[in-house]
């Protein structure tokens, strides 16, 4: 197969393949749109109905079918088959329809997807890489279908979203990750590899399961796995030294030291950490906006500080920096939690990525507690005055009405963002967060959520939701050729998406843009990525007018070209 980049994009594709190759390939079928002269060239009669069908009525079919499904979980397995079938009628449907299906290709019903991955397995799609196959890492990523690849998203399947230990069904997430590296930022699907690292599962119900597809073996750990990590990088770089790789859905114990341990390697992020903290600071410095009082005199609490909550802190604390504290000063406006308490001196279950955030025991002083052992949150938020409250502690309904009752006698608009996904994980549900604080939180969430009737009026809930920044980091990464991901470039990545915030211009309006608009958004995010590329100097210089001419030439869309057949043979 000869097959233009977008950035060389012509309107004929010149392949060799034909027949049932041809119509096999997701990334060439066109189904019934084949015209009758291409299926003379490219013998397809007899392989196809006689109807000769459009993009526009394939879409219209496809949707009618979807929406006869009755589940979530139907209509993604429904829009996976359509997937390794046909991928430009599977991006174009989304790309009519990004706000009804970005929750069924991605979170929540992707949740289910990885828990129930071995019954909808059909087609190869991304790279399996076992522990057995340790030796053959190599041989595997050496073969031809790869050589256009230019991104990569890999899992070892450990902490799916907040579902736990997923084995081989993990592979739902680099799948759908990439999905939306292409449907929202643009980048070609043939770019884009999925890869899962099966290093085992400690899930017993897998492992019981007579039709899991993994490899049958309790997680390898210590230094066996980082081993089996070395080696997968290792040839990685051998085959692409140009790959742009991010990390998804690592144990929070493996996420922060891998990262630390890659970062300076090869041009890597970890979205997990890097992403999250992107899009909720983005998020937070919308609602700060609104609510009139600057980030800086904001008083933070996070429930949960995992790899994703230690991530958040550091940008927020950042960017309160960037408004003139010191460091000192921006960490005594942060109160974090672990599963047990306030972290705090002398407290128990303190990891060391943790460590940076414990209080003194000085700061809470003369408080009134509720009990003798661990702060609990709802004592900080009765004593702190805080004013935001987020979680990224998968512990449903963690949020009491009590809290957040107590949070908003403190603060006339609460900010408050349950991040835990999938939606049975959050903190709390907004419709409860708005009554409890009579409409006046402003509310994020890590899944997405049906507006809420407030005072007559239907309030849409601000999906917090990575899927804001991923795939336009992705996309400035990749078009600008930037050596690294650095630091500078995640805070550029969040400060665009909260300049597109409608809550700029009005302070009753949603906090983020309209997810339909995810295309706009991602290349004005890839914009600011790229500049911050270039003054961090991991990436050549451009001039505007050339930023911006490389981003548009780049960006791939759903559409039919035209084929031509070149001789070589199926």
């Not at 290709?105 to 828990?115: I, L």
């Amino acid at each position: 197969m000869n097959q233009p980049s977008s950035a060389q994009w012509q309107p004929i594709i010149r392949t060799s393949l034909s027949g049932l190759h041809l119509l096999m390939n997701p990334r060439l079928n066109k189904g019934t749109a084949f015209t009758e002269a291409e299926r003379d060239v490219f013998d397809l009669h007899g392989l196809l109905p006689p109807h000769i069908g459009s993009l526009e009525s394939q879409s219209e079919r496809r949707k009618r079918v979807l929406d006869c499904h009755p589940t979530a979980f139907d209509k993604y397995s429904s829009m996976r088959d359509l997937q390794d079938s046909n991928e430009t009628l599977f991006y174009s449907l989304i790309a009519q329809h990004t706000e009804e299906l970005l929750p069924v290709v991605y979170t929540p019903a992707v949740g289910e997807g990885c828990q129930r991955f071995s019954e909808i397995w059909r087609k190869p799609r991304g790279v399996f890489l076992s522990y057995p196959d340790k030796e053959r890492i190599g041989q595997i990523l050496s073969s031809s279908r790869y050589d256009d690849v230019r991104c990569i998203v890999v899992s070892d399947g450990e902490r799916i979203l907040g579902l736990g230990d997923q084995g081989t069904g993990g592979m739902g997430i680099p799948i759908g990750k990439m999905a939306l590296y292409t449907a929202l930022g643009g980048i070609p699907p043939e770019h884009c590899l999925p890869v899962l690292l099966d290093v085992g599962t400690d899930n017993q119900k897998l492992l019981a399961d007579p039709i899991y597809i993994g490899w049958e073996h309790e997680r390898i750990r210590g230094q066996e796995y980082d081993d089996f990590v070395e080696a997968f990088v290792s040839a990685v770089e051998r085959r692409w030294p140009h790959i742009l790789l991010q990390w998804e859905d690592f144990a929070g114990s493996n996420a922060a030291r891998l990262l630390e341990r890659y970062r300076d390697r090869l041009c890597t992020f970890n979205d997990d950490i890097q992403g999250t903290a992107a899009v909720t600071t983005a998020t937070l410095l919308a609602a700060v906006n609104a609510t009139g009082i600057p980030l800086k005199e904001q008083t933070v609490a996070m429930f949960g500080t995992g790899s994703a909550g230690a991530g958040i802190l550091d940008l927020i604390i950042a960017a309160m920096k960037e408004e003139g504290l010191s460091d000192e000063q921006a960490r005594k406006r942060i109160y974090a939690f672990n599963r047990l308490g306030l972290l705090i001196e002398g407290c128990e279950g303190v990891k060391p990525a943790q460590e940076p955030f414990l209080r003194k025991r000085e700061d809470v002083a003369g408080w009134k507690l509720s009990g003798t052992g661990a702060i609990s949150l709802l004592d900080v938020v009765r004593n702190a005055g805080i004013t935001v409250l987020a979680g990224v502690s998968a512990q449903p309904g963690a949020f009491t009405e009590e809290i957040v009752r107590e949070m908003a006698r403190h603060t006339p608009r609460p900010v408050i963002f349950p991040l835990s996904n999938p939606t049975s994980q959050a903190e709390a549900t907004p419709a409860d967060l708005l009554r409890w604080t009579e409409g006046r939180a402003l509310v994020g969430t890590g899944s997405p959520f049906a507006p809420v009737e407030v005072n007559g009026k239907l309030v849409r809930i601000a999906q917090v939701n990575n899927s804001y920044i991923f795939p336009g980091l992705a996309l400035g990464i990749l078009v600008s050729r930037a050596a690294r991901v650095t630091d500078g470039m995640i805070m550029a990545a969040a400060k665009a998406l909260a300049s597109l915030s409608p809550a700029r211009a009005d302070k009753n309006a949603p906090l983020l843009p309209p997810i339909a608009d995810a295309r706009k958004t991602s290349a004005a995010v890839a914009e600011e990525v790229f500049r911050q590329a270039i003054a961090d100097g991991v990436a050549e210089p451009a001039s505007e007018a050339e930023i911006a001419e490389k981003l548009s030439a780049y960006m791939w869309e759903p559409v039919y070209c035209s084929y031509e057949r070149i001789e070589g043979g199926d």
